[in-house]
Nanobody, 124 residues
Framework: QVQLVESGGGSVQTGGSLRLSCLVS????????MAWFRQAPGKEREKVAS???????TYTDSVKGRFTISKDNAKNTLHLLMNSLKPEDTAMYYC??????????????????WGRGTHVTVSS
């Protein structure tokens, strides 16, 4: 089973930047569809960004142009670069993997493996 460990969260002011990392163990990240999700207090979890096993990316509208998801295959690490942060970006951020994508050339959308999360706080 692939394992995920996030890091890089913290507290920043509005307009600041953070880069989240997700270390993937046991299997090559290049084979997986991966995503970043976030959940703010009292709100439902939402998918922020995803990257497939061909490195195509998608973003939720509220982060387009500000966040960038990427894979570092050499370090087996998923990143989320977050620029121009806003208070509404405050949340727990989770890395997730679609384990079935390892055996396929497409994403199933079933992000069944999760890390424990890293917290991001953006103050005004």
């Amino acid at each position: 089973q692939v394992q995920l460990v996030e890091s890089g969260g913290g507290s920043v002011q509005t307009g600041g930047s953070l880069r989240l990392s997700c270390l993937v163990s046991r299997y090559s990240i290049s084979r997986y569809c991966m995503a970043w999700f976030r959940q703010a207090p009292g709100k439902e979890r939402e998918k922020v960004a995803s990257i497939d096993n061909g490195d195509s990316t998608t973003y939720t509208d509220s982060v387009k142009g500000r966040f960038t998801i990427s894979k570092d295959n050499a370090k087996n690490t998923l990143h989320l670069l977050m620029n121009s942060l806003k208070p509404e970006d405050t949340a727990m951020y989770y890395c997730a993997a679609d384990p079935q994508s390892f055996w396929n050339t497409y994403c199933t959308g079933d992000y069944a493996v999760w890390g424990r999360g890293t917290h991001v706080t953006v103050s005004s």
